[in-house]
């Protein structure tokens, strides 16, 4: 990529950064324009997962009868929330219609694609930085009166798309993790899979940029313009000309995408998360309880719990601690937790969620110097490395594969 090249990325979460990096590695001027606050982002709310597994995109078979299951009580792995606005009825639509068994083999291999590019770069982080990872690999822990079944169809599906998953003996590994109470009737483990700290990642990607010369401003983009040759970026009191602009705005996407005529199709899905630092027999492993949604982490500082994919606005960004009352005590059904807890950095994110299930990677199709990286939903950390990489690809003209072009904005829309 030649030097002359200056690209503006929009969005500093872990999309954004890992585009600044890769672009400025390749020889680019890149700034990152970012706004936000320490208790709201999506980057640090998750659970910091790192799930090469998670091939299957969330529109799949059964996700239309979980939502709907979930209206009245707005919880679970997939919710609605009275906010959700005018944007529902069409995301609702295209997101149903993709919930098919070929949507799924269409999706797997690209999701496969991205993911495992992803896990190569941060182990490259792990071993040049100070960033640490869990050792063990991760298990999904079912509860339920259908738990064996559940665990053989999970092992099933995946291992169809070349996941590395396996069910393993249920006593001995109830003997190994303490923290896991005798309602756990079955259990998968995903050999690839592994936590780390998001905050850890995201300041590591943050001081990595900086040492490579990407500038960083603090404001909020109102609008985009764009030809053929370059595009402009206007602040509420500035305005520049780049050569690319990289749209990782996560939910605002949608808002700066339509300022160039282009409709991205993201609604927010809300999630919530919450750290435990009395739990001091944290597990040794990341551990998802299955039936329960949640999502946990062992991190240094305490055990991470993460939850919830509420479709709302762009606007709430409210932290619910009845929410987090009840995560904890969902979580109590399969985990043994102290009496008394205390809840430390209580944290909510609004993730990105496409109707297909799918990232948009890729050059917009009215505005082909804008690229958009966003869309990520739930997978925003784990694939975000990944989408770093194929977006500075994309820029300095090197070819990517047929699956990574499905995350093309300009894909069909069902």
């Keep these: ?65 979980t939502g709907f299951k979930n209206l009245v009580g707005r919880t679970g792995a997939f919710a609605i929330t009275p906010g959700a606005g005018s944007l529902l009825a069409p995301w609702t639509l295209k997101f149903t219609r993709s919930c098919t068994d070929a949507h799924v083999d269409h999706c797997a291999p690209a999701l496969k694609e991205l993911l495992d590019t992803s896990m190569k770069v941060i182990e490259g982080l792990t071993e040049t930085t100070d960033l640490t990872r869990t050792n063990l690999p991760q298990w999904y822990v079912y509860t339920s009166d259908n738990a064996e079944a559940d665990a053989e169809h999970e092992v099933e599906l995946v291992n169809r798309y070349g996941v590395n998953a396996k069910q393993v003996d249920l006593q001995s590994s109830l003997d190994s993790e303490p923290i896991l ?18 905050g850890k990642l995201v300041e590591i990607y943050r001081r990595n ?86 999502a946990t982490n062992p991190l240094d500082w305490g055990l991470r719990m993460s939850t919830g994919f509420a479709l709302t606005s762009n606007t709430d960004m409210s932290i619910n601690s009845s929410a987090s009352d009840k995560l904890i005590a969902t979580a109590r059904q399969v985990l043994n937790l102290p009496e008394r807890i205390e809840i430390k950095n209580e944290l909510a994110g609004l993730r990105p969620a496409s109707p297909d299930g799918m990232p948009y990677i890729g050059p917009l199709p009215k505005a082909p110097r804008v690229i958009a990286a966003t869309g990520h939903g739930m997978l925003g950390l784990m694939m975000g490395p990944g989408t770093g990489k194929f977006v500075a690809d994309m820029i300095a003209g090197r070819p990517v594969s047929r699956d990574i072009m499905k995350f093309s904005p300009a894909r069909p829309r069902l």
């Design 209 to 294: 940029c900086e040492a490579i010369g990407v500038g960083f401003r603090a404001e909020k983009v109102t609008g985009l313009s764009s030809t053929n040759r370059n595009v402009t970026v206007a602040t509420a009191t500035d305005s520049w000309i780049s050569d690319y602009v990289v749209l990782a705005a996560g939910v605002w996407s949608r808002e700066l995408a339509k300022t160039i005529g282009e409709n991205l199709p993201i609604m927010p899905a809300k999630g919530q998360s919450v750290t435990l630092p009395e739990v001091i027999e944290k597990p040794t492993r990341t551990l998802m309880l299955a039936d329960q949604r949640i």
């Design 1 to 65: 990529m030649s030097s002359n090249i200056n690209v503006t990325v929009v969005g500093g979460g872990i999309i954004g950064l890992a585009c600044a990096w890769e672009l400025a590695k390749d020889g680019a001027s890149v700034i990152v324009v970012e706004t936000g606050g320490s208790t709201y982002g999506t980057s640090l709310a998750n659970a910091g997962w790192i799930s090469p597994s998670h091939v299957i995109p969330f529109a799949a078979p059964g996700m239309v009868q």
């Design 181 to 198: 109470k005798n309602s756990v009737k079955a259990i998968v483990e995903f050999s690839d899979d592994f936590g780390l700290d998001p």
